[in-house]
């Protein structure tokens, strides 16, 4: 069965630093793109970050370049996204997901975690 369980969200305030990780099971980790998402109410899922399977690259929404890093840790079977320079307009509820083709495209993905929240207060 596999799983996908995300951990980390929280309150911060505008400015701060906040590191959201995502623990997978039931799947060859090392063989998938992994990507986080974010969803606020009455909106699409929106892509954030990807980290390709095999070579590693990283790829982000312009939104948060520059402010925002995903790394994969492949004996360990998690993948991270460090959030720094939050915004209130960060505030979502963020998802790690797990993809055999990769890219920006929500519908891509093919396994999705329940989520955690990151709230940024101005």
């Known amino acids: 069965q596999v799983q996908l369980v995300e951990s980390g969200g929280g309150l911060v305030q505008a400015g701060n630093s906040l590191r959201v990780s995502c623990a997978t099971s039931?799947?060859?980790?090392?063989?998938?793109?992994m990507g986080w998402f974010r969803q606020i109410p009455g909106k699409e899922r929106e892509f954030v970050a990807g980290i390709w399977r095999i070579s590693g690259s990283t790829y982000y929404a312009d939104s948060v370049k520059g402010r925002f890093a995903i790394f994969r840790d492949n004996a360990k079977n998690a993948v991270y996204l460090q959030m720094n320079g939050l915004k209130p307009e960060d505030t979502a509820v963020y998802y790690c997901?797990?993809?055999?083709?990769?890219?920006?495209?929500?519908?891509?993905?093919?396994?999705w975690g329940q989520g955690t929240q990151v709230t940024v207060s101005s």
């Open positions: 997901a797990a993809s055999s083709a990769g890219g920006t495209d929500f519908r891509s993905y093919n396994y």
């Open positions: 039931g799947v060859s980790f090392s063989r998938y793109t």
